[in-house]
């Protein structure tokens, strides 16, 4: 197996980003070391994915305290920085959870903030580890109850795999894990909108694990579901509402609709920090809306007419009564059946898996 990599890392005076927005063609790291720069890299999806930019958020605040202290600026001016940072892209719980979490310990100084950013980071790898292995158990068990006992054929949506995380990934973990296990046959990776995440970054994570996939336009995935070419579809998620609805990269829940249609599992594979239980339902998730370019254009050309107006919505809800299975570290819940997080996942307690399961 290649390396592990770390779309994340902290330096030790900055942090190093695998620039994302050029891959697979290009496999670069940049390295930042002021807060305006991580907050137009967290814009322009240098680095992205929920989880991910949780990372970069946390470490952010050790940024901040860094810049503050070479630019002589006031703990003001650095909680600004902080909250800059923490605003960089709406949608994505983790970001604002990430620098919520290392903030408790920003009175601690640097040293206390490093700490808890690289428990951020830490925490997420072991959560996406076992999201692998039970997302993993429960798919093959429910489709050997439905009578598949073949190898696979997994639909993902966007990337989720250790670019979008701080290792491992939560969706693409769980199909790392069924090709582990000699269970998978083969992924269909939808492109994704915008920047072609599925095409790029899952094309080139399934390339790196040597596992077979189609790299299909978004627009293909209900069709290739409805003709019975797919077993389930896994896909990760920015928000997960006390209800179980889910926002997620734009187009999954088309994805989610063809799957009840066609009767075969939705899961969403994503951490506990992902689900927001002061969030109730969907209709509260902010969904971020992008610039009209990145629709309007190809590669940096104008394609629609020039008197067209480009809609860009980054994501889009999922309701819960269509996620089969919310896949997270401490077990699977079938929300869909009515098991909701906010009955469920109490956070303040510690859950068993074989209480949640
Ligand atoms: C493990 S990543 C989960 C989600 O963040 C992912 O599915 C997604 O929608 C990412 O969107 P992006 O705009 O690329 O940041």
């Known amino acids: 197996m290649p390396q592990e990599l770390r779309a994340v890392d902290w330096t030790g005076s900055g942090l190093a980003l695998i620039d994302q927005t050029l891959l697979p063609h290009r496999h670069e790291t940049m390295a930042v070391h002021d807060v305006d720069t991580l907050v137009d890299a967290i814009q322009r999806l240098v680095v992205r994915g929920a989880p991910a930019i949780g990372a970069a958020g946390a470490y952010g605040v050790a940024l901040a305290i860094i810049e503050g202290e070479r630019e002589g600026w006031t703990e003001a001016e650095v909680r600004a920085a902080v909250a800059r940072v923490r605003e960089a892209r709406p949608t994505a719980v983790n970001l604002m959870a990430g620098v919520d979490r290392v ?5 601690e100084g640097l040293d206390a903030v490093l700490e808890e950013a690289a428990a951020v980071q830490r925490e997420d790898v072991a959560a996406n580890r076992a999201m692998g292995a039970f997302g993993a158990d429960w798919l093959l068990a429910k489709l050997q109850q439905a009578g598949v006992e073949r190898p696979l054929r997994i639909l993902t949506h966007c990337n989720t795999g250790a670019l ?11 199909i790392r894990e069924l090709h582990a296990r000699g269970r998978l046959e083969v992924v269909y990776a939808d492109e994704t909108r915008p920047l072609l995440q599925g095409s790029r970054l899952t094309a080139w994570e399934l390339v790196q694990e040597g596992i077979p996939h189609y790299v299909q336009a978004d627009g293909a995935a209900a069709g290739t579901i409805l003709r019975g070419e797919v077993d389930a579809a896994i896909v990760g998620a920015d928000r997960i509402a006390a209800n179980g609805d889910t926002a997620n990269k734009v187009g999954t829940v088309g994805v989610a609709l063809a799957c009840a249609d066609a009767g075969i599992p939705f899961l969403v594979a994503a951490p506990t920090t992902t689900v927001d239980l002061a969030t109730g339902t969907g209709d509260e998730i902010h969904i971020e809306l992008r610039g009209e370019a990145e629709v309007l254009e190809w590669a940096g050309v104008r394609t629609a007419p020039a008197e067209s107006r480009g809609h860009n919505p980054a994501f889009d809800v999922t ?10 570290e401490r077990g699977v819940l079938e929300v869909s059946a ?7 996942l109490n956070m303040g ?3 068993s898996s074989s209480e949640l399961r």
């Not at 979008?164 to 769980?174: E, I, M, N, Q």
């Not at 009564?321 to 896949?327: E, P, S």
């Open 164 to 174: 979008a995380t701080a290792g491992w990934g939560t969706a693409l973990g769980v």
């Open 349 to 351: 307690r510690s859950v």
């Open 338 to 344: 009515g098991e909701l997080p906010g009955d469920r």
């Open 103 to 107: 903030m408790t310990r920003f009175a």
């Open 319 to 328: 309701p819960g009564r269509l996620v089969t299975g919310l896949v997270t």
